[in-house]
């Protein structure tokens, strides 16, 4: 299967501080990439939707001010936590989709970044 | 309604067992379908897309079913490896290309 890549794997940060995640796709053009959020014992939680070159889409109750998303490339894509606090901590996945035919388009995740906000 | 619907978990069989899980999706438009694995702190792994003719996969046997639109996964001869989290997923033909991931179901196989 395709690979995707996240980094960092985990992250410690203090409360009103920025923290930047990277996710790519390492043998794979992706138009659309993912973000999601996971806490504990619950489920995948979409966050945003990016497509390259253009705005990110936002779940509702997410804040895009907050969860500052960039797709700069077919292969590249950054999230970024700003005036992280507490809350905040959690498990966050990137997913990129790579078509396998013209209606079937297979997602694969990064390995995700724990965020732990102090 | 939900729009992706899972077996509520979890599922506690021995190994050896066979383990089936179902999954219904509320769009009849859905063009694709996903089961994923996801193991505890883990990311989703794909684990095998589910065609209109059915797939197998060595132990694992998927099942589309359009006309009463759900899909399952059934595990033959459970492993312990095979302990995880297996989650549903749709994908509509939209637009938005929003993928529908379903709550999962806990599968615990034990000796």
């Known amino acids: 299967g395709a690979v995707v890549s996240q980094h960092p794997s985990r992250v410690i940060c203090k409360s009103g501080t920025s923290v930047k995640i990277e996710c790519r796709s390492l043998?794979?053009?992706?138009?659309?990439m993912f973000w999601y959020r996971q806490f504990p014992k619950q489920s995948l939680m979409l966050m945003a939707t990016?497509?390259?070159?253009?705005?990110?889409?936002?779940e509702q109750g997410v804040e895009k001010d907050k969860f500052l998303i960039n797709h700069a490339s077919l292969t590249l894509s950054t999230l970024t936590v700003t005036s992280a606090h507490p809350e905040d901590s959690s498990f966050y996945i990137c997913?990129?989709?790579?078509?396998?035919?013209?209606?079937?388009?297979?997602?694969?995740f990064g390995p995700g970044t724990r965020l732990t906000v102090t | 309604r939900k729009e992706v619907e899972q077996d509520p978990g979890p599922f506690n069989v021995p190994e050896g067992a066979t383990v089936a899980f179902n999954c219904t999706y509320s769009?009849?438009?859905?063009?694709?379908f996903f089961w994923y694995r996801q193991d505890c702190r883990k990311e989703p792994k794909l684990l095998m897309s589910?065609?209109?003719s059915g797939n197998e996969d060595g132990r694992f046997t998927a099942q589309l079913n359009r006309a009463s639109q759900y899909i399952s996964l059934l595990i033959r001869d459970s492993k312990l490896s095979d302990s995880a989290t297996y989650l549903c997923?749709?994908?509509?033909?939209?637009?938005?290309?929003?993928?529908?991931f379903g709550a999962g179901t806990r599968l615990f196989v034990k000796a």
């Open positions: 997923v749709v994908n509509p033909w939209t637009g938005g290309f929003k993928t529908i």
């Open positions: 043998d794979f053009q992706a138009t659309t």
């Open positions: 990016s497509n390259e070159g253009s705005k990110a889409t936002y």
């Open positions: 589910v065609y209109s």
């Open positions: 769009n009849s438009a859905s063009q694709s």
């Open positions: 997913s990129a989709r790579a078509r396998q035919t013209n209606t079937v388009y297979e997602q694969y």
